[in-house]
């Protein structure tokens, strides 16, 4: 939104909301819902690959230990579990059907309410 602001040369004093301003660059969604919908499209697309794959691999391994201090806690499988409100191995199952998954994804990111903007 900061850059939208200073695109449209907006100071931060004006009493704009961030609807308004995303209605007046005709903006429908916001950039984080495609984030989203583009990280969901693709670990379906990587776990509908075989099992000797290095990214399937990647994605679906775990590392022993602690992270680092002042590290995000969150992790890739974390954002996609809370995302689809199922456990990380239903989701690696139920992404088979490649139609599927996408009306799955799209409901999903349409469903969270902090993805697009109010009206």
């Known amino acids: 939104m900061w850059c ?7 100071p931060w004093t004006a009493f704009r909301t961030n609807v308004s301003i995303l209605q007046e660059h005709k903006i429908s969604s916001q950039l984080s819902s495609e984030c989203l919908c583009r990280v969901l499209e693709y670990f379906g697309h990587i776990a509908r690959k075989d099992g000797g794959n290095l990214e399937k691999l990647i994605v ?6 602690k992270r680092p201090r002042g590290r995000s806690p969150t992790r890739w499988s974390d954002q996609i579990r809370t995302a689809l409100d199922s456990t990380f191995h239903n989701a690696l199952h139920t992404d088979r059907d490649k139609n599927g998954w996408r009306k799955i994804v ?5 469903q969270k309410g902090d993805h697009e903007p109010q009206q």
């Open 4 to 10: 939208w602001r200073k695109i449209l040369r907006i």
């Open 60 to 65: 679906t391994g775990t590392v022993d230990g």
């Open 106 to 110: 799209c409901a999903k990111v349409i």
